[in-house]
């Protein structure tokens, strides 16, 4: 059953991630007020809804295989001040963090909208058709494209190894993670983007067992260290015979992990990019009921990760996702 668009939640968020992403960060027109924002909100959603459905009437996506699209829709930091609109603490930058090179070019917006699909053409051209809706109203300010493996295996990143293994699986942990619990924007969410060239060629020069290291986990099957299988849950106070730790002080799968946050997760659902310049990297994409978590764990990895002598934040965004449309037909801002 493809994700609906209809629904409590998003849809592009807890289903599996599909082939293509296009991330559409977009800034509001000055003068803008809010009527105009939900006019948007609503034509987008009339556009969506029956491509989703794989019948598309928007000009532009027409003749084309829209199944599994999904577009998710989310504010930035300074709307809401914009258009007088209520929103929740939580919703601020993400401050500035060690080892940060970011550009403004890849950070910020006022509203964004996570394209995923099957196909490259149909993600592009449902971007096409939120800008000729949103014109006079929204201009982008950055949009970003990357790729994954879809299908139920964990898709590898452009190190090689499986990408997303610890996050949570069961229902009930993927709720508790990812779903604002309460108040106008309950079933919303927190989603921080964060854009991160890696150095494949340097990482890839190095031993298997020494990549393995870096990151925790088994190149092959995914496995932690101190594990067999992919799933095994890490044991971090494995120790070798010589007292050394089998997963090492700084691998990023201990620096990362859940336990030194009071076991809180976030459910990451990154996409590989590629850019002109040979350039690659991981458009890291998770979801989360407060950011305040991702800033605490990129805190902690920037103090100490292997993965810094390979990697580098050179983008970053942070946008509450709308909740579902509920009993609506279309999108609205709550409150
Ligand atoms: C290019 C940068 C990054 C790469 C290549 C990368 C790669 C990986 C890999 C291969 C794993 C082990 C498999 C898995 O559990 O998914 C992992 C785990 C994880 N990473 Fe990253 N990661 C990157 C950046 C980040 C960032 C920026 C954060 C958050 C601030 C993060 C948070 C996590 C978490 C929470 C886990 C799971 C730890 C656990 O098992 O509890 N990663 N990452």
């Given at each position: 059953?493809?994700?609906?668009?209809?629904?409590?939640?998003?849809?592009?968020?807890?289903?599996?991630?599909?082939?293509?992403?296009?991330?559409?960060?977009?800034?509001?027109?000055?003068?803008?007020?809010?009527?105009?924002?939900?006019?948007?909100?609503?034509?987008?959603?009339?556009?969506?809804?029956?491509?989703?459905?794989?019948?598309?009437?928007?000009?532009?996506?027409?003749?084309?295989?829209?199944?599994?699209?999904?577009?998710?829709?989310?504010?930035?930091?300074?709307?809401?001040?914009?258009?007088?609109?209520?929103?929740p603490?939580?919703?601020?930058?993400?401050?500035?963090?060690?080892?940060?090179?970011?550009?403004?070019a890849?950070?910020?917006?006022?509203?964004?909208?996570?394209?995923?699909?099957?196909?490259?053409l149909?993600?592009?051209q449902?971007?096409?058709?939120?800008?000729?809706?949103?014109?006079?109203?929204?201009?982008?300010?950055?949009?970003?494209?990357?790729?994954?493996?879809?299908?139920?295996?964990?898709?590898?990143?452009?190190?090689?190894?499986?990408?997303?293994?610890?996050?949570?699986?069961?229902?009930?942990?993927?709720?508790?993670?990812?779903?604002?619990?309460?108040?106008?924007?309950?079933h919303?969410?927190?989603?921080?983007?964060?854009?991160?060239?890696?150095?494949?060629q340097?990482?890839?020069?190095?031993?298997?067992?020494?990549?393995?290291?870096?990151?925790?986990?088994?190149?092959?099957?995914g496995?932690?260290?101190?594990?067999?299988?992919?799933?095994?849950e890490?044991?971090?106070?494995?120790?070798?015979?010589?007292?050394?730790?089998?997963?090492?002080?700084?691998?990023?799968s201990?620096?990362?992990?859940?336990?030194?946050?009071?076991?809180?997760?976030?459910?990451?659902?990154?996409?590989?990019?590629?850019?002109?310049?040979?350039?690659?990297?991981?458009?890291?994409?998770?979801?989360?009921?407060?950011?305040?978590?991702?800033?605490?764990?990129?805190?902690?990895?920037?103090?100490?990760?292997?993965?810094?002598?390979?990697?580098?934040?050179?983008?970053?965004?942070?946008?509450?996702?709308?909740?579902?449309?509920?009993?609506?037909?279309?999108?609205?801002?709550?409150g």
């Amino acid at each position: 059953m493809p994700p609906s668009f209809r629904g409590t939640h998003q849809a592009g968020i807890v289903d599996p991630a599909p082939r293509s992403l296009l991330f559409l960060a977009l800034n509001l027109v000055g003068g803008t007020d809010r009527l105009a924002v939900d006019r948007v909100l609503a034509d987008w959603s009339r556009a969506i809804e029956p491509a989703t459905r794989g019948i598309p009437d928007a000009p532009e996506l027409v003749g084309l295989d829209t199944t599994g699209l999904t577009v998710t829709v989310g504010v930035g930091p300074d709307l809401p001040g914009k258009i007088g609109l209520a929103a929740p603490k939580e919703l601020a930058p993400i401050p500035a963090l060690p080892g940060d090179r970011l550009q403004p070019a890849f950070c910020g917006g006022d509203l964004a909208a996570q394209i995923c699909s099957n196909d490259p053409l149909v993600s592009l051209q449902t971007a096409q058709t939120l800008t000729r809706l949103s014109q006079g109203v929204l201009t982008t300010r950055w949009r970003l494209t990357g790729f994954t493996q879809p299908g139920p295996a964990t898709p590898r990143n452009a190190f090689g190894f499986k990408d997303g293994t610890g996050n949570p699986r069961t229902t009930t942990d993927v709720d508790n993670a990812v779903w604002i619990p309460d108040g106008p924007w309950r079933h919303g969410t927190f989603l921080v983007v964060r854009r991160i060239p890696m150095d494949v060629q340097r990482f890839a020069a190095l031993p298997t067992s020494r990549q393995e290291a870096v990151i925790g986990s088994r190149r092959d099957t995914g496995a932690p260290l101190t594990g067999h299988d992919e799933f095994d849950e890490i044991n971090l106070f494995a120790k070798h015979p010589d007292g050394t730790y089998v997963l090492p002080v700084d691998a990023h799968s201990r620096r990362a992990h859940a336990r030194f946050d009071g076991g809180r997760q976030m459910l990451r659902r990154g996409f590989t990019y590629s850019s002109g310049n040979d350039e690659t990297g991981l458009l890291f994409l998770a979801f989360m009921k407060d950011p305040a978590l991702f800033t605490r764990v990129q805190a902690r990895l920037a103090e100490q990760d292997a993965l810094n002598d390979f990697v580098q934040h050179t983008g970053s965004a942070v946008f509450l996702m709308l909740p579902g449309t509920g009993d609506n037909t279309v999108l609205r801002l709550p409150g």
